[in-house]
């Protein structure tokens, strides 16, 4: 008797300081989580597929693809390869479309209906699937909302009623990663029990709840790099800007920081649209307004094929990519209106302006050119350009008498870079007063 009250009195003193539970959540196995944001494309797919090999071999008891993707550019037999990866995947995985306001729209949707587990955060959505997807020539289904969904959205409490979730979670859903471990805890699933929580007491003797480790993994820098290129504005705006700093470069006769700059960003843009669907006629289209604009700057005037360069450009703007997942590339016009008008200024004032200040003679102390005797190189009507012992000049005609090209001429002042000059023979003060041959 004596040694069973000694016994009850050492379990209750025991238990009264022991600070923690057996059980502790660092003991648990590791749950990685993988974020999918952007489109998906090559690089997202890629990743997507080696998170669910690196998963599979790291001794992970889960992945978790956390989801806030507006589509996929990839083609639908690379979109299948990565779905089957989810699919067939020796470990259990969920897909949670989070933080609050993340949305899965396009072909992104399709990974809740693959994945062994899926759930939303508050405010939330998923939808416009489109036609419908095959995987091993069987439509992939999303509950009773399939068919509302090609076109429509649900937020989190509507996909959760209409079945399209794989998760019992409340109309709130799940606002943060950490409650999808919470609700993944004890699941079984392709045959393993999900153990993502532990039960731990506390100092004060209340027992807490402590979610298993977990591990993030993102794209790298290159791949978020390249990733990120592929963004349908981004690509634009890096593909036409690095061929005009190409240009800038090429007319400033030598090769610095603009040159560097363009031709990487000529090479990430190219990137982009490579993953992007993209009109070839467009494409075309850009590269031809690129070079009619160039034609312009070497003569320092913008001239009928800047007007041309410039038409080209904007078609081009307006038709580049192609009807797959059109909605998700459509260019806001903000990025329309900053990329026209950004080539418009640096083709029209920028460059020509550079080429002339550049080139030209220098005018300082050169007042004895006033009188000189040259030729006109273009038609000057009323500007142009001349030749005077040897050096190009952009000209202006004197008293708006019009000179052709090839005609002589005869300096008559100087305006900073511009030469005023007039006719050898027959200069008059207008059109009416033809001044006679010496």
Same mark, same amino acid.
């Given at each position: 008797? @004596?040694?069973?009250? #000694?016994?009850?009195?050492?379990?209750?003193?025991?238990?009264?300081?022991?600070?923690?539970?057996?059980?502790?959540?660092? #003991?648990?196995?590791?749950?990685? %989580? $993988?974020?999918?944001?952007?489109?998906?494309?090559?690089?997202?797919?890629?990743?997507?597929?080696? +998170?669910?090999?690196?998963?599979?071999?790291?001794?992970?008891?889960?992945?978790? =693809?956390? %989801?806030?993707?507006?589509?996929?550019?990839?083609?639908?037999?690379?979109?299948?390869?990565?779905?089957? +990866?989810?699919?067939?995947?020796?470990?259990?995985?969920?897909?949670?479309?989070?933080?609050?306001?993340?949305?899965?729209?396009?072909?992104?949707?399709?990974? =809740?209906?693959?994945? *062994?587990?899926?759930?939303? +955060?508050?405010?939330?959505?998923?939808?416009?699937?489109?036609?419908?997807?095959?995987?091993? *020539?069987?439509?992939?289904?999303?509950?009773?909302?399939?068919?509302?969904?090609?076109?429509?959205?649900?937020?989190?409490?509507?996909?959760?009623?209409?079945? %399209?979730?794989?998760?019992?979670?409340?109309?709130?859903?799940?606002? !943060?990663?950490?409650?999808?471990?919470?609700?993944?805890?004890?699941?079984?699933?392709?045959?393993?029990?999900? *153990?993502?929580?532990?039960?731990?007491?506390?100092?004060?003797? #209340?027992?807490?709840?402590?979610?298993?480790?977990?591990?993030? @993994?993102?794209?790298?820098?290159?791949?978020?790099?390249?990733?990120?290129?592929?963004?349908?504005?981004?690509?634009?705006?890096? $593909? /036409?800007?690095?061929?005009?700093?190409?240009? @800038?470069? @090429?007319?400033?006769?030598?090769?610095? &920081?603009?040159?560097?700059?363009?031709?990487?960003?000529?090479?990430?843009?190219?990137?982009? =649209?490579?993953?992007?669907?993209?009109?070839?006629?467009?494409?075309?289209? =850009?590269?031809?307004?690129?070079?009619?604009?160039?034609?312009? !700057?070497?003569?320092?005037?913008?001239?009928?094929?800047?007007?041309?360069?410039?038409?080209? $450009?904007?078609? /081009?703007?307006?038709?580049?990519?192609?009807?797959?997942?059109?909605?998700?590339?459509?260019?806001?016009?903000?990025?329309? !209106?900053?990329?026209?008008?950004?080539?418009?200024?640096?083709?029209?004032?920028?460059?020509?302006?550079?080429?002339?200040?550049? $080139?030209?003679?220098?005018?300082?102390?050169?007042?004895?050119? &006033?009188?000189?005797?040259?030729?006109?190189?273009?038609?000057?009507?009323?500007?142009?350009?001349?030749? !005077?012992?040897?050096?190009?000049?952009?000209?202006?005609?004197?008293?708006?008498?019009?000179?052709?090209?090839?005609?002589?001429?005869?300096?008559? #002042?100087?305006?900073?870079?511009?030469?005023?000059?007039?006719?050898?023979?027959?200069?008059?003060?207008?059109?009416?007063?033809?001044?006679?041959?010496?």
């Amino acid at each position: 008797m @004596f040694a069973a009250l #000694a016994l009850s009195l050492a379990v209750f003193f025991g238990a009264g300081t022991a600070p923690h539970a057996p059980v502790d959540a660092d #003991a648990l196995a590791k749950v990685d %989580v $993988f974020e999918v944001t952007g489109l998906i494309d090559g690089v997202v797919a890629s990743g997507i597929e080696r +998170a669910v090999e690196r998963s599979s071999t790291n001794g992970a008891q889960a992945l978790v =693809l956390q %989801v806030n993707s507006r589509g996929a550019v990839i083609d639908e037999g690379r979109m299948q390869e990565v779905l089957l +990866a989810i699919r067939n995947s020796s470990i259990p995985i969920g897909v949670w479309v989070g933080p609050s306001g993340a949305q899965a729209h396009g072909w992104s949707t399709w990974l =809740l209906a693959v994945a *062994d587990v899926s759930a939303m +955060a508050p405010n939330a959505s998923v939808g416009k699937t489109g036609l419908p997807f095959l995987l091993d *020539d069987v439509p992939l289904s999303l509950g009773e909302a399939t068919t509302l969904l090609r076109s429509g959205t649900l937020d989190t409490a509507q996909a959760r009623k209409q079945g %399209v979730l794989r998760l019992e979670i409340s109309d709130e859903g799940v606002p !943060v990663l950490r409650n999808m471990l919470f609700a993944l805890d004890g699941l079984t699933v392709k045959g393993k029990t999900l *153990d993502t929580v532990a039960e731990v007491v506390g100092d004060d003797g #209340a027992i807490v709840r402590e979610a298993a480790t977990t591990r993030f @993994f993102k794209l790298g820098t290159l791949e978020q790099l390249m990733h990120t290129s592929s963004s349908a504005a981004l690509a634009y705006l890096l $593909f /036409a800007f690095g061929l005009a700093l190409l240009v @800038f470069e @090429f007319f400033t006769a030598g090769i610095g &920081i603009a040159g560097f700059v363009g031709a990487v960003s000529t090479l990430l843009g190219s990137f982009g =649209l490579a993953e992007l669907p993209v009109r070839p006629v467009a494409l075309a289209l =850009l590269v031809l307004a690129i070079i009619a604009l160039a034609i312009d !700057v070497q003569v320092g005037i913008p001239r009928v094929w800047t007007a041309i360069g410039m038409v080209l $450009f904007v078609i /081009a703007s307006f038709t580049l990519y192609g009807s797959v997942q059109e909605d998700e590339l459509r260019i806001s016009w903000l990025t329309l !209106v900053a990329g026209i008008a950004s080539m418009a200024l640096a083709f029209i004032v920028g460059m020509p302006s550079m080429v002339r200040t550049r $080139f030209a003679t220098p005018t300082i102390g050169r007042e004895w050119l &006033i009188g000189l005797e040259g030729t006109a190189s273009t038609d000057i009507s009323p500007e142009g350009e001349v030749t !005077v012992q040897g050096a190009r000049w952009r000209a202006r005609t004197n008293r708006a008498t019009p000179i052709t090209n090839g005609q002589p001429v005869r300096g008559a #002042a100087i305006d900073g870079v511009t030469l005023d000059v007039e006719p050898l023979e027959g200069a008059a003060r207008d059109y009416r007063e033809m001044r006679k041959p010496r």
